[in-house]
């Protein structure tokens, strides 16, 4: 299977509890993961499956974290995109051609993973993983490690980033995925999922919305750590 998707979306938040209250009203989720990984990070974090995707919030729990950082300079908001790929060698063979910078990576049995910085690649730190088998994914949690994943529909279906030059971060993103950017809107998963990027006019630089399709969900916009949450229906 050769498909790019976007997997996961992450908020950066100053407290925990009321951004993952508000995401399990708004989106119908429950159950999320606490993932102990993160303290490396200085982080506390919540998981959550939304359909296919996930949703996560982290919390800075140290001085000096680089999501804490962002909170300081730019408020709470959309902080991190994590996109699925299937052949991550190349998209580390076009990051190295780019000279794009990796902060963070991973190289686990079920899941690769590599974070690019965000002053190089625009918008928010972009994250690229290659987890096996494809529907799984391990920052989900252990339900998600391996084969027998839960059967899960809907999930994130549109995601808006504020950028000074929306049709030149839209490039620099779908160069690094290995598709085309049409003007400044990238499409992905056989044509589910769209990122769009608009010009941020003086407002918050970063990811600013997304749009959810999730079964059994009643249509509903909510505002949740610094960015909102659509349900289509």
Known sequence: MTKTRLRQ????????????AQL????????????????AFGLRNVVYSAGESFVEVVVPVQDNTAAGRTIDKTGEGGYMAIFQVTDIDAVRKRVADMGLRVVWHAELEDIQAMHLHPKDIGGAIV????????????????????????????????????????????????????????GDVITLDEGRQTVRFVR?????????????ELPDVDASVAEIAGATFAVAR
Do not use: C, Q, Y
Not at 9 to 19: F, K
Not at 24 to 39: K, M, Q
Not at 139 to 147: E, K, L, Q, V
């Open 24 to 39: 399990e009203a708004t989106l119908g989720v429950h159950d999320g993961f606490n993932d102990p990984g993160v303290a």
């Open 200 to 212: 941020r006019d003086g407002g918050r630089e970063g990811i600013a919305s997304f749009v959810f």
């Open 127 to 182: 994250s690229i993983d290659e987890p096996a088998p494809f529907a799984s994914w391990r920052w989900g949690g252990p339900a998600w490690i391996g084969s027998d994943t839960p059967p899960v529909h809907g999930g994130v279906r549109e995601m808006t980033v504020r950028v000074d030059d929306p049709s030149d971060v839209a490039k620099r993103w779908a160069e690094v995925l290995g598709e085309t950017a049409h």
């Open 9 to 20: 979306v992450v908020l950066a938040a100053r407290e925990l509890e009321p951004a993952a």
